[in-house]
């Protein structure tokens, strides 16, 4: 990782085989619950961002620590998270497009994160909107309501 990053160019080999040997280590959610590795759920707090990202690496990173798939992250995940937005940094800041090769490796990188729906899906995780309803109140209010009726 620190190789990669060192580099004056994002290597897309170095970067496969590091993308690779994270998902060998188990590193990610997504690589756990493919071994159908049971973790507790405890939420981690997402380290801040780094201040020398580059807009767009800050954003994803902001858009991962919103999302509903988070609370399922170890530190292990937080810090490829973070490896992830370093590498998007650094090549925006060198080269600003991406090529195919590039894409794919990013896309994979994603999908270790289970940023993408397709991603979350296939790992049977499905995001649902909560709802915020106050239940207590809505029940206190219908009794209420027929006490009234039945005149108690």
Known sequence: MSQLLR????????FSAVLGQ???MMTTEASRRRMRL????????????AE?????????????????????YQPSDW??????????????????????RTFSMFRQAFTMLLATESARRS???????TDTRDIEAEVSEY??????ELGW
Request: charged share 25%.
């Open 7 to 14: 580099g004056a160019l994002l290597n897309a080999e170095l």
């Open 22 to 24: 994270t998902e060998e």
């Open 38 to 49: 049971e973790t507790p759920v405890e939420r981690y707090p997402a380290p801040e961002p």
């Open 52 to 72: 020398e990202w580059h807009d767009r690496a800050k954003t994803f990173y902001g858009a991962l620590t919103e999302s509903g798939q988070s609370i399922y």
């Open 79 to 100: 810090v490829f998270a973070q490896f992830v937005a370093d590498c998007l940094s650094k090549h925006y800041r060198r080269v600003g497009k991406l090529s195919g």
């Open 123 to 129: 790992l049977d995780m499905e995001l649902v909107q």
């Open 143 to 148: 009794l209420t309501k027929v006490d009234a």
